[in-house]
C-alpha cells in the first residue's frame, strides 16, 4: 500500500566542522536544518554502511539558529560534553539546498519512507557546486530485510534513463569532499 505523496519540501542544510575537522576525524556530522520555518539540529554517527543500507546513532530536535546545544539534543552523556567541548570551533564547512517528495508504503511487513531528494550540494563562497538527485529509504517500523526487497524491486523497474544504484556515500561525506576541493 503506497500514500500519497507529501507536499514537497524545501530543506536547507549547512553542516559545521572544527578547522582541525575533528568531527570528520571522528566520522560523525552536524548539521543545522531549516525545515520549512522550523530549525533543526542534527547529529549523526558513522556507524556501518554496506550496500546502500546505514545503521547509525542519530539525534534531531527543535534548534535556534547557531545554539548547536548538544547537551540538550544527545542522551549520550559522553558524547555531548564532547560536542559541547569542540562546539567553540564549529564552523560552517558547506550546504545542501534540496527539495523533497515523501511517500510511506507497506513492503513485506514493513513500514517503509521513501525519500526524493532533488537539489545541489554547494559550498558558500565558492563556485562549488554538485546535482544532489537521491532516493532514500528509511525503515519506519518492521523487518530491516524489507529494505533489501524494496530497494531491489525499485531497481528492477528503474528505466534505461534512470537507473536507481545503493550507494554509501552520505550527503555529509559528498559535502565535505566538496569543501576539501575549495581548500
Known sequence: ML????????L?????????????????????RLAGEQWLLTVKT??????GLSRRQEWEGPTTPGALQ????????????DLMALRPALQPLF???????RWVLEHDGARVE???DQGRIHVPGT????????????????????LGTLAAALRQTASETIA????????????????????
Open 3 to 10: 500514500q500519497q505523496p507529501s507536499d514537497a519540501q524545501h
Open 12 to 32: 536547507f542544510n549547512t553542516y559545521f566542522d572544527t578547522p582541525a575537522l575533528d568531527l570528520q576525524a571522528r566520522r560523525m556530522a552536524v548539521r543545522e
Open 46 to 51: 558513522a556507524g556501518h554502511s554496506e550496500n
Open 70 to 81: 548538544f547537551d540538550a539534543l544527545v542522551d549520550d552523556a559522553t558524547l555531548a560534553a
Open 95 to 101: 550546504a545542501t539546498d534540496f527539495e523533497r517528495q
Open 114 to 116: 521513501v525519500a526524493l
Open 127 to 146: 563556485p562549488l557546486s554538485e546535482a544532489l538527485l537521491e532516493v532514500e529509504l528509511e525503515l519506519l517500523d518492521g523487518p530491516e530485510a524489507a
Open 164 to 183: 536507481l544504484t545503493p550507494n554509501d556515500t552520505s550527503k555529509a561525506q559528498r559535502g565535505m569532499a566538496l569543501w576539501e576541493r575549495s581548500r
